[in-house]
């Protein structure tokens, strides 16, 4: 095989022409590609060895009339059998990676999205895999189907769709996961807020070195504000009672006619638009391959059981904050803190009548904020009639709440199982307290009455998790240094939510995807 570096205005179909190749093998070992898709300057592109024989057409082709314009006209040569193209293991297990991202939810997708924008001439090569399968091509609240957020949650909540791991995890019951292309991201809540610049405070960088990459992670994620005349009156009352930070929920939603729902489908979509990569589902990473301290590629196992070897010289693990951790341990990779300081929020779910008068209408979109004084989050949702408060407290990161495998229960990979330890400890249960305690606060504020009914939500439920591979100084302490890489391993890196200090009471996603934007930076700089 041959490589070709694009020109500005290249199609696979002006290609093939000006070097006298086969078009139909062309496109076949261009998969990701169109005929006639106007691609980049820069990009790679395999082309087929003159000797290699020509596909055979079987059925007589006419030649063109005069004039006949192959470049606009020639009709596809090569269709996707999917909504997005996918490689076969076996080609990739022929490339030696630059690059290889296990996992394709927040942060394994906003790495690619970075690399593919950022890398220039350099035309690495890069693979990423997925466990799961192409489940949605886009946020579930796309669909037209599942157009609010209970029809949405009655499919998530199918297990034939994800998975209740929480059945098996007495202590963290209310967890669920997600093994598909976008993970989490295709039904989660949209909420993108910061953490808290204190919170920084327990973490090896600053808020300050964060900060650009927050401003990217939101606009890629079009973050905006959802207002409304009912929002404004109720955020008046919270400001006069002295809630000064509360403010419009910020939402990675683009507003229009038709509102337009983010996740990660977006970021492989804008990566597809700027570099070549190639990509697979269905495709589970067994065990991380090292030797003398780095990193040589990944085990991968199909659908069927038939295993692969992944060549590559950097491999960035975007599993999530259990599966991360379970592929680190099966692979024997050394480190006191991997599986734990497993965190996540302590959750209140609370409603009530809303008590606004006729005339301001709209939706209630509400965030007050955690402080360094007030120890919990409120996000105020609903309309005039009927108003719910979603309340995240900060949870201690504590070495003794943790994951593990269990050795004696092996999945059909026949990597051994994961088993959850988790408890709140007493100043977790202080914050709890003060939680049920603001509900009323709160309501009093906005003039809402009491709420009518509130629970706590089981461990878990959130989606919130964190923690388990942790970023730090201290290899005693930490599972990863301030970019992210595995202490001890070159080349290994973790991109996800496991590699959080701390969270506060925030939402995860936003700061998901601002350190993946850093950590892609940081590996185009190696």
Same mark, same amino acid.
Not at 138 to 158: C, E, F, G, I, K
Not at 290 to 316: C, F, H, P
Not at 416 to 444: I, T
Not at 507 to 514: F, H, I, K, M
């Given at each position: 095989m041959?490589?070709?570096i694009?020109q500005q205005?290249?199609?696979?179909a002006?290609?093939?022409?000006?070097?006298?190749?086969?078009l139909?093998?062309l496109?076949?070992?261009n998969?990701?590609?169109a005929?006639?898709?106007?691609? &980049?300057?820069?990009?790679?592109i395999t082309?087929p060895?003159h000797d290699?024989?020509?596909?055979?057409?079987?059925?007589?082709?006419?030649?063109?009339?005069?004039?006949?314009?192959?470049?606009t006209l020639l009709?596809?040569?090569f269709?996707f059998?999917?909504?997005?193209?996918? @490689?076969p293991?076996?080609?990739m297990?022929?490339?030696d990676y630059?690059?290889?991202?296990?996992?394709?939810?927040?942060?394994?997708s906003?790495?690619?999205?970075?690399?593919?924008?950022?890398?220039?001439?350099?035309?690495?090569k890069?693979?990423?895999?997925e466990?799961?399968?192409?489940?949605?091509p886009?946020?579930?609240?796309?669909?037209?189907t599942?157009?609010n957020w209970?029809?949405?949650q009655?499919?998530?909540?199918?297990?034939?769709?994800?998975?209740?791991?929480?059945?098996?995890w007495?202590?963290?019951?209310?967890a669920?996961?997600?093994f598909?292309?976008?993970?989490r @991201?295709?039904?989660?809540?949209l909420?993108?807020?910061?953490?808290?610049?204190f919170?920084?405070?327990?973490?090896?960088?600053?808020y300050?070195?964060?900060?650009? $990459?927050?401003?990217?992670?939101e606009?890629?994620?079009l973050?905006n504000?959802a207002?409304?005349?009912?929002?404004d009156?109720?955020?008046?009352r919270?400001?006069?009672s002295?809630y000064?930070?509360?403010s419009?929920?910020?939402?990675?939603?683009?507003?229009?006619r038709?509102?337009? $729902?983010?996740?990660?489908?977006?970021?492989?979509?804008?990566?597809?638009?700027?570099a &070549?990569?190639?990509?697979?589902v269905?495709a589970r990473a067994?065990k991380?391959?090292?030797?003398?301290?780095?990193v *040589?590629?990944?085990?991968?196992?199909?659908?069927?059981?038939r295993s692969?070897?992944?060549? /590559?010289?950097t491999?960035?693990?975007?599993?999530?904050?259990?599966? *991360?951790?379970?592929l680190l341990?099966?692979?024997g990779?050394?480190?006191?803190?991997?599986?734990?300081?497993l965190?996540?929020h302590?959750y209140?779910k609370?409603?009530?009548?809303?008590?606004v008068?006729?005339?301001r209408?709209?939706s209630?979109?509400?965030i007050v904020?955690q402080?360094?004084?007030?120890?919990y989050?409120?996000k105020?949702?609903?309309n005039?009639d009927?108003v719910t408060?979603?309340v995240?407290?900060i949870?201690?990161?504590?070495f003794?709440?943790?994951v593990?495998?269990?050795?004696?229960r092996?999945d059909n990979?026949g990597?051994p199982?994961?088993?959850v330890?988790?408890?709140?400890s007493p100043a977790?249960?202080?914050?709890?307290?003060?939680?049920?305690h603001?509900?009323?606060?709160?309501?009093?504020a906005?003039?809402?009455?009491?709420?009518?009914h509130y629970?706590?939500?089981?461990p878990?439920?959130?989606?919130?998790?964190?923690g388990?591979?942790?970023?730090?100084?201290?290899?005693?302490?930490?599972?990863?240094?301030?970019?992210?890489?595995?202490?001890?391993?070159?080349g290994?890196?973790?991109?996800? /939510?496991?590699?959080?200090p701390?969270l506060?009471?925030?939402n995860?996603?936003l700061?998901?995807v601002?350190?993946? *934007?850093?950590?892609?930076?940081?590996l185009?700089?190696?």
């Amino acid at each position: 095989m041959r490589r070709y570096i694009t020109q500005q205005g290249d199609t696979l179909a002006r290609i093939g022409l000006q070097l006298q190749v086969d078009l139909l093998q062309l496109c076949r070992m261009n998969p990701q590609i169109a005929a006639n898709h106007p691609l &980049a300057a820069g990009q790679i592109i395999t082309i087929p060895d003159h000797d290699s024989p020509p596909l055979q057409i079987l059925t007589p082709v006419m030649p063109p009339p005069p004039g006949y314009c192959t470049d606009t006209l020639l009709p596809p040569a090569f269709t996707f059998p999917e909504w997005v193209p996918l @490689t076969p293991l076996s080609q990739m297990e022929q490339t030696d990676y630059d690059i290889l991202i296990v996992g394709a939810g927040a942060g394994g997708s906003a790495v690619l999205r970075r690399l593919c924008e950022r890398m220039g001439s350099r035309r690495l090569k890069i693979g990423i895999i997925e466990r799961g399968k192409l489940l949605l091509p886009s946020h579930a609240l796309n669909v037209p189907t599942l157009w609010n957020w209970d029809r949405m949650q009655r499919y998530y909540q199918n297990p034939t769709v994800t998975v209740p791991a929480g059945r098996q995890w007495p202590e963290f019951p209310g967890a669920i996961l997600v093994f598909a292309l976008g993970g989490r @991201t295709l039904f989660w809540g949209l909420t993108c807020v910061r953490i808290p610049s204190f919170e920084f405070a327990n973490w090896p960088i600053s808020y300050k070195e964060l900060e650009p $990459y927050y401003k990217i992670a939101e606009t890629v994620l079009l973050v905006n504000d959802a207002k409304s005349p009912i929002n404004d009156q109720l955020l008046e009352r919270l400001w006069l009672s002295g809630y000064i930070g509360a403010s419009d929920v910020p939402e990675a939603v683009a507003r229009g006619r038709i509102p337009r $729902y983010m996740s990660a489908i977006e970021f492989i979509g804008e990566a597809l638009r700027t570099a &070549a990569f190639d990509m697979a589902v269905q495709a589970r990473a067994v065990k991380v391959m090292t030797n003398e301290g780095r990193v *040589t590629g990944v085990q991968v196992m199909d659908a069927n059981k038939r295993s692969y070897v992944l060549k /590559a010289s950097t491999v960035v693990v975007s599993g999530s904050t259990f599966e *991360t951790p379970r592929l680190l341990l099966n692979s024997g990779i050394p480190g006191r803190a991997i599986g734990h300081y497993l965190s996540n929020h302590s959750y209140i779910k609370a409603e009530m009548p809303s008590g606004v008068p006729a005339g301001r209408e709209g939706s209630i979109n509400i965030i007050v904020p955690q402080t360094e004084s007030r120890p919990y989050q409120f996000k105020i949702l609903g309309n005039r009639d009927l108003v719910t408060y979603d309340v995240a407290g900060i949870v201690e990161n504590r070495f003794d709440n943790y994951v593990y495998l269990d050795e004696r229960r092996r999945d059909n990979f026949g990597i051994p199982e994961l088993q959850v330890r988790f408890s709140y400890s007493p100043a977790d249960e202080q914050v709890m307290r003060e939680m049920v305690h603001a509900l009323h606060d709160v309501s009093a504020a906005m003039r809402i009455q009491d709420p009518w009914h509130y629970c706590f939500w089981p461990p878990g439920i959130d989606n919130h998790d964190y923690g388990t591979c942790r970023m730090g100084n201290d290899p005693n302490t930490s599972a990863t240094d301030r970019n992210g890489r595995i202490h001890g391993i070159e080349g290994l890196y973790i991109s996800d /939510a496991s590699v959080f200090p701390s969270l506060g009471a925030s939402n995860p996603l936003l700061t998901n995807v601002a350190l993946s *934007t850093r950590l892609a930076d940081h590996l185009l700089k190696l």
